[in-house]
């Protein structure tokens, strides 16, 4: 069985652990609401319009920020991803490369395994590039071509009585 | 050198592990030949695919007449044993039969469509999911192939991406998933903390050896069995499934309604069964199932699916949810093999996996055929369509019927085997139950027969002969012929599911 502890930890077993864990939990609530408790308890409590208005540097908000963002921003972010996750494979393999280079068979494997892995991504950084995810203006797309009616049961009886009408 | 002391994966690991490898190289060779082509070209695309899958499906079958041992490779990640290789041969056929038929889908190849290519390639890599799926025995490599499967799903899903309803099958895909996953990772992380091990091993190893908490174990293998309910689409993880179905192409349905369902009962048959089950010790941990109850826990999840999704069955007029309820209620029949967690139990699941993909991609294919004439999936639309198409239609009663288990079909067998292998252990209620929810399929299955062979079209409608692509043809042939000859000549069938799964319990 392949134990995995911390080093030099007590094996005091699962419910050990998770009641660190609980005691940490209890506390922060303990924590915040004594804050807010005592808090509530001295201060004075006087409202007025001007006092309940956007603090200092805030902007006074307009509008819903239920706002629909445009796609393309979601696209730059995954095109981030691409090259991010890269750097975070590639530094801790550099840092072990160099160890295991002198081993024969192993020194070979890894380094093709990271050759492998950056075709790869670069596989995908070409996709991006070809289906025009890098242009910034893109053409619309017309929504309504593949629409058929939808046919819901429920509603049936509602357009019947419409139409009879 | 402490690096040593892992268990590092080295290229003699590629040798057990060929038709993955080769999907791999396949889904990059035609996802390159896609951007060469511009995305104009979707035929480089589907050659490199279907000759991948064909490439692949050899190397598997190679192996499976080469027999041998199991072997761990990837540094303990994955196992190649016979079970693995029962299943590979499964998703590749899946995974082929969808390619080649897609080729001729409107949906998939219609002229509006902008990137036709996608859809062959990323069948290939759910396939190579798929299979890395059946072959997980640590926790780390259960979650991340599932989580490949997932991916490639959603995309997949969401393939029309111009239409509002396969975005929003998409959409709903992801939350479902996301959710389901979440729930799953707590359960791992919980029997994580209680065995401290990765492996399935290790964890039966870690379950026997400390005295385990009922409660704890209990909550922990729900936790887990959310995840994998969510996969196979079992009552109450469910809700996706019709939405996705009737939203997502019908031929991305068809694959969903097997292949990862088909993946998720490997998964679990492994998972299960080496963790929990007695396997080849029975003295050794039958407590364990005794001590969460499993099999009254299990057997309440397939009575209440197959029962759900028949009872839900009856009342859809969309023939793809009517589909899509169906599968629902054959994972029931499907989960009624683990209650016991026993070989014969866990084979009768391997042998109606096999029938079952045959079928019901076949009776799927029968709906993308249609629907690239007719443009709807409605079963209103399906009157007198048998005359208009008498081969199509004959195809699909053969599916149908075979979905309703009726002899002399496959579906017959498959229900056979679960059946007995319930009623071996004296679990008659689960079996009646079973066998009452068969009688019901067979009013939702042949309202569409009827549909086709028995009412007459609206007055004016279109009445002439259907003309269906010879590809088209020949792949529904290939999936209804065995649908026929598997009703009455099932021994080699099962004979390979036994195999595989003693193989499984050998193979520890």
């Known amino acids: 069985m392949d134990t995995m502890l911390p080093m030099g930890s007590v094996d005091v077993g699962m419910n050990g652990h ?10 922060g609530f303990f924590f915040a609401a004594v804050a807010l408790i005592v808090a509530k308890l001295l201060r004075p409590h006087d409202p007025n319009p001007t006092k309940l208005t956007t603090y200092e540097c805030g902007e006074e908000t307009r509008g819903s920020s239920w ?41 070979v494997l890894v380094f093709w395994e990271m050759v492998i ?30 629409e058929p009616p939808r046919r819901n049961p429920l509603l049936k009886s509602v357009t019947n009585e419409e139409g009879s009408q | 050198m402490e690096l040593l002391n892992l268990n590092i994966p080295s290229w003699s690991d590629l040798a057990y592990w ?39 499906g050899a190397y598997s079958v190679a192996a499976v007449l080469h027999g041998g041992a199991a072997h761990t490779i990837m540094g303990d990640l994955i196992i190649v044993d016979g079970m693995a290789a029962f299943f590979r041969l499964l998703f ?37 999911a798929m299979m890395v799926m059946a072959e997980a025995r640590d926790l780390l490599m259960l979650f991340l192939s599932m989580e490949a499967v997932g991916l490639v799903s959603y995309v997949m899903a969401g393939y029309m991406r111009t239409s509002l309803r396969s975005t929003e099958a998409s959409l709903k895909y992801v939350i479902f998933g996301a959710v389901s996953s979440g729930i799953m990772l707590y359960g791992l ?68 309604s097997v292949g990862p369902k088909a993946a998720g009962f490997a998964l679990m048959i492994r998972f299960f069964y080496t963790t929990l089950a007695a396997g080849a010790d029975p003295s050794a941990s039958a407590p364990l199932i005794e001590l969460i109850n499993w099999p009254l826990l299990m057997a309440v999840i397939a009575a209440v699916t197959m029962t759900y999704g028949n009872l839900v069955a009856l009342r859809q007029l969309n023939v793809k949810r009517m589909l899509a309820y169906s599968s629902i209620s054959h994972v029931g029949y499907l989960l009624m093999g683990f209650v016991l967690l026993t070989d014969a139990g866990l084979a009768a699941i391997l042998f109606y996996l096999a029938v079952y993909t045959l079928m019901n991609l076949g009776a799927f294919f029968v709906v993308v055929a249609l629907n690239n004439h007719i443009k ?48 071996d252990r004296q679990w008659f209620w689960l079996a009646i139950l079973a066998a009452l929810n068969s009688v019901v399929g067979l ?38 012929v065995p649908t026929l000859v598997l009703g009455f000549w099932f021994g080699p069938l099962k004979v390979l599911a036994d195999q595989a799964i003693g193989l499984l319990s050998t193979g520890m």
């Not at chain 1, 975070?88 to 295991?100: G, Q, T």
């Not at chain 2, 599916?399 to 009623?423: E, I, N």
């Open chain 1, 18 to 27: 998770f009641a660190t864990v609980l005691i940490f939990v209890l506390i």
């Open chain 1, 67 to 107: 706002i629909r963002f445009n796609v393309r921003f979601y696209l730059v972010a995954l095109f981030f991803i691409v090259f991010d996750v890269e750097v975070i494979f590639l530094y801790p393999w550099a840092v072990v490369f160099k160890h295991l280079l002198p081993l024969p068979e192993l020194g």
């Open chain 1, 117 to 146: 892995f950056l075709v790869i991504l670069s596989l995908g950084l070409a996709y991006i590039w070809v289906k025009g995810d890098l242009d910034w203006v893109k053409k619309l797309v017309d929504r309504a071509e593949d």
């Open chain 2, 18 to 56: 060929r038709p993955e490898a080769i999907l791999c190289g396949t889904f990059l060779a035609a996802l390159l030949g896609d951007l060469i082509g511009r995305g104009r070209r979707p035929a480089i695309s589907f050659v490199i695919s279907v000759f991948g899958l064909i490439t692949a």
């Open chain 2, 92 to 128: 590749i056929l899946a995974g082929l039969a969808t390619v080649l038929f897609s080729w001729t889908a409107e949906e998939i190849m219609g002229r509006k469509r902008e990137n036709k290519a996608e859809f062959f390639y990323l069948t290939v890599l759910m396939t190579a």
């Open chain 2, 189 to 256: 992380s919980l029997l994580y903390g209680m065995t401290g091990a990765m492996t399935f091993d290790g964890i039966r190893a870690g379950l026997l050896a400390g005295e385990v908490n009922g409660l704890s174990l209990l909550i922990t293998v729900i936790l887990i069995l959310a995840g994998m309910s969510y996969k196979i689409a079992a009552v109450p993880f469910h809700f996706w499934c019709p939405d996705v179905y009737e939203g997502a192409p019908t031929p991305v349905a068809a694959i969903f």
């Open chain 2, 376 to 423: 709807s999936e409605e079963l209103d639309d399906y009157a007198g369509i048998g005359f208009r198409a008498p081969w199509l239609g004959t195809m699909m009663v053969i599916f149908l019927a075979s979905l309703t288990g009726v002899p002399p079909f496959a579906g017959f067998a498959g229900k056979f085997y679960v059946f007995t292998a319930v009623m």
């Open chain 2, 443 to 480: 009013y939702y299955y042949f309202r569409v027969v009827k549909a086709m062979f028995l009412t007459r079209p609206a007055e004016g409608a279109d009445t002439t002969p259907l003309k269906i692509h010879w590809l088209q043809y020949t792949v529904l042939a290939v999936l209804a």
